[in-house]
């Protein structure tokens, strides 16, 4: 490998401390400390690390671990009565991992100084170290000394159920490095309050983001299996891990290089483990500290954990979670049709419905298309444990998924209406079936104001370039108007409305954008009436959908 300038001395201080490490159990050496006049130890280089297992002072690092193998790591602390703090960061794995100390080579110099390693000897050391502390389990751990001896700090790890990442951190100056965020008095996640179509969960801000000025960010981590202790555990959960490929420069060529290229050859992806019914919810909200979820189920247990980020460094800390356990009985999944229009009601006492769509083979457009008869609705899309989309729902929305896998694809339909809603599923994977009419991109309905008389007012909307039926229907408002707006359903609509407020029907398609509106004069009106219009488009042989309705009041004089 080609080295320059510092990165030299740098190395060959880490080579040697590794030469330490590689026969302490046989008959130890000891070679120079550094001369702090003349040798600054930081390590900059990544190869440098992964190959002489030496930690850096006051960086993290991360390295991958062979399940049931056992690696060492190395800190060096040249001085008596140093602080010194060591944080191993778990992922995808437990860990069982201990701290020893070793002693540190004694420095001789000769006449001349400005060589650094010239009149130096290797003298023999005993062959085992001072052991300080044993660890294990799957959070952070950290082993902290406040009045530490010098010598070289032995940290040996084995990952315990599989080959896994894990991050270190070491320092010597703990007290000034805020290395990560740290977390308030009361580190508690909270449920403020639950509905039952949210859960409302706050937690107090780090104090990095309030006192410290450091920029962080929360993010939040829900499933139905566990608590995440590390927001790299988290990850692995949803991701899985991807094995470091080695570097064409790594390598001094020690016993454990070849067995590491060995390994990592023959790694695939560390597999998430997830399943179907395992579904994870993560999202980073920003500096947020409080959030409203809604993606739950009834009668399930929830586990919600929430991390402080560093945004320039992406250091995190973990606040302690919490559980909640959703009320209700579990949902009954029903089973959608393809091609089959679905009339759905929501009952005010359950909040949600969940369809199940079971796709046997590739297609190149999967489409549901959900239209809501009163007010608005949301809609979540989900294959197995990936959601696909979430949306509101005001008039007709069609969540579509690009070159489906086969699946079974999960669609949740839910409310915050305090009335019985209804609305219509219809699924399929031919867009050309779809049964709804295709909607102009602007919805409205205009009146020209300057040919608004007495008793004739004239209305204008777009077409579409699809051949539809456009119906105009018009109704008198009186002092009743409130209870029709209460009783108005769109998916009823036109086959509800009386004959006589029909103003007329007819076929329309565009052939250039420049001939695309629709006009007409609707006759016969009274004088100084107010007057609310409904336009309907209407699919041959299918569903009907309506723009938005305009109330137009006719003139006193004319």
């Not at 409302?200 to 962080?216: A, F, M």
Request: contains cysteine.
């Amino acid at each position: 490998m080609e080295l320059h300038g510092g990165t030299v001395v740098q190395m060959f201080k880490a080579l040697l401390v590794t030469a330490v490490a590689t026969i302490i159990h046989s008959t130890g050496q000891k070679l120079p400390t550094r001369d702090e006049d003349r040798f600054l130890f930081q390590i900059t280089n990544a190869d440098i690390f992964l190959d002489t297992k030496s930690m850096p002072d006051g960086a993290e690092v991360s390295a991958y671990l062979f399940k049931g193998h056992e690696q060492r790591f190395f800190f060096i602390v040249e001085e008596d009565n140093t602080p010194v703090t060591i944080t191993i960061i778990p992922c995808s794995s437990p860990l069982a991992w201990k701290v020893s100390l070793r002693d540190l080579p004694e420095e001789r110099s000769g006449d001349h100084k400005d060589e650094l390693l010239e009149h130096q000897r290797i003298d023999r050391v005993p062959s085992t170290g001072q052991s300080l502390r044993t660890y294990s389990g799957d959070g952070v751990m950290t082993y902290a000394r406040a009045n530490s001896p010098a010598g070289i700090y032995v940290i040996a790890i084995t990952s315990v159920e599989s080959h896994s990442k894990i991050k270190m951190y070491a320092t010597t100056t703990p007290s000034s490095d805020h290395a990560y965020p740290e977390l308030p008095i009361d580190p508690h996640v909270g449920v403020l309050y639950a509905t039952r179509n949210v859960i409302h969960l706050n937690w107090k801000p780090s104090p990095n983001d309030v006192t410290y000025n450091q920029p962080v960010k929360y993010c939040l981590v829900v499933n139905k299996q566990k608590h995440f202790n590390t927001l790299c555990a988290a990850h692995a959960h949803l991701w899985g891990e991807q094995p470091p490929t080695t570097s064409p420069n790594a390598g001094y060529r020690f016993s454990w290089d070849a067995y590491r290229d060995h390994f990592l050859k023959s790694l695939d992806i560390v597999d998430s483990g997830r399943t179907e019914s395992d579904r994870v919810f993560y999202e980073c909200i920003g500096k947020k500290t409080s959030f409203a979820f809604s993606d739950f189920l009834p009668g399930h247990q929830y586990y919600f954990d929430v991390f402080a980020v560093n945004t320039l460094n992406n250091r995190s800390t973990a606040y302690m979670g919490t559980t909640y356990k959703t009320h209700g009985r579990p949902h009954k999944v029903i089973s959608l049709k393809e091609g089959k229009v679905h009339m759905e009601f929501l009952k005010r006492s359950r909040g949600s419905k969940l369809y199940r769509f079971e796709l046997q083979h590739y297609t190149k457009e999967l489409l549901f298309s959900i239209q809501p008869c009163a007010g608005e609705i949301q809609a979540e899309l989900s294959r197995g444990d990936s959601l696909v989309t979430r949306s509101e729902v005001k008039l007709l929305k069609s969540l579509t998924v690009k070159n489906a896998a086969p699946g079974t694809y999960h669609l949740k339909i839910f409310t915050n209406r305090r009335r019985t809603t209804s609305y219509k599923i219809h699924v399929t994977t031919k867009a050309w079936r779809r049964p709804f009419p295709k909607m102009p991109n602007d919805t409205r309905i205009k009146v020209f104001d300057n040919l608004r008389k007495c008793t004739s007012v004239t209305l204008a909307w777009l077409g579409t370039n699809e051949r539809s039926r456009y119906c105009l229907y018009k109704k008198e408002v009186k002092s009743h108007f409130r209870q029709l707006i209460v009783k108005q359903n769109h998916c009823v609509e036109p086959l509800s409305r009386k004959k006589r407020d029909k103003v007329m029907c007819k076929y329309f398609k565009f052939t250039t954008k420049r001939r695309n509106v629709i006009t007409e004069i609707v006759s016969n009106l009274k004088p100084r009436t107010r007057y609310v219009f409904h336009v309907y488009i209407s699919k041959p042989r299918g569903q009907s959908l309506a723009l938005k309705s305009i109330h137009v009041t006719t003139r006193e004089h004319c």
